[in-house]
């Protein structure tokens, strides 16, 4: 069976310092692969999908960006974090070529910037 | 065009009460309609999901209704309890595959 892993769970970081978080699928070739933050009680922001290996798209300008270097490893990177990247940071995993699958999520990675 | 609306933004039921939520979208491209349950600290998971072929669907208590003509679809909880204290997402995907919307999801507390 497929299974997603986030870590870490949570993070506390100081505003100006870098980011690193990872997310790796097991149990799946080639999938979708998406990056979402949500607000304290808000709702889901798409940052980034991929649908491959260094494919990846980017659906709001911000602070962030998105690297896939292996085919099951996504990886969301800032070089220097601002007060406003605080949130929960969700990654998830769909499918690849088929429309109309549902998106598996992790469990995602709370981080908190000082 | 994209977006997805939902309402209540927050919702209290005795236990034992039914539970309604819904949504109404406007582009004709969306053809799936899943719904996805939170709990806090987790990821969203999968609850339960529609194509706009069938006009309800039901999984245990959980049951979609879909009204194509207005383009709105719910979901419904019936015998609510406790444990479906979290927060709920519908959400829509277009005919290309291509565009994957959350609506902004409804707090739903379940009284014991």
């Known amino acids: 069976s497929q299974t997603i892993h986030q870590w870490p769970a949570t993070l506390v970081q100081p505003v100006g310092s870098p980011l690193s978080l990872e997310c790796t699928v097991e149990?799946?070739?080639?999938?979708?692969l998406y990056w979402y933050r949500q607000a304290a009680g808000r709702g889901l922001q798409l940052l980034f999908y991929s649908v491959g290996i260094g494919q990846i798209s980017s659906e709001v300008p911000q602070n962030l960006s998105a690297s896939r270097p292996q085919d099951r490893q996504f990886i969301l990177s800032s070089k220097k974090l601002l007060l406003s990247d605080s949130g929960f940071y969700l990654c998830?995993?769909?499918?690849?070529?088929?429309?109309?699958?549902?998106?598996?999520f992790g469990d995602g990675t709370r981080l908190s910037i000082l | 065009q994209q977006q997805v609306k939902q309402s209540p933004q927050s919702l209290i039921v005795q236990k034992g009460g039914i539970s309604i939520i819904n949504c109404a979208y406007e582009n004709t491209a969306f053809d799936y309609f899943p719904w996805y349950q939170q709990f806090p600290g987790k990821g969203p998971a999968l609850l339960i999901a529609i194509r706009p072929d069938v006009s309800e669907k039901k999984e245990g208590r959980f049951t979609i209704s879909f009204n194509k003509s207005a383009k709105q679809f719910s979901l419904h909880i019936m015998d609510s309890q406790p444990g479906d204290s979290a927060t709920y997402f519908c959400a829509a995907e277009d005919n290309y595959g291509q565009n994957f919307v959350f609506g902004p999801g409804t707090r739903l507390s379940v009284l014991p």
């Open positions: 149990g799946t070739s080639n999938p979708n």
């Open positions: 998830a995993w769909s499918p690849p070529g088929f429309r109309n699958q549902p998106q598996h």
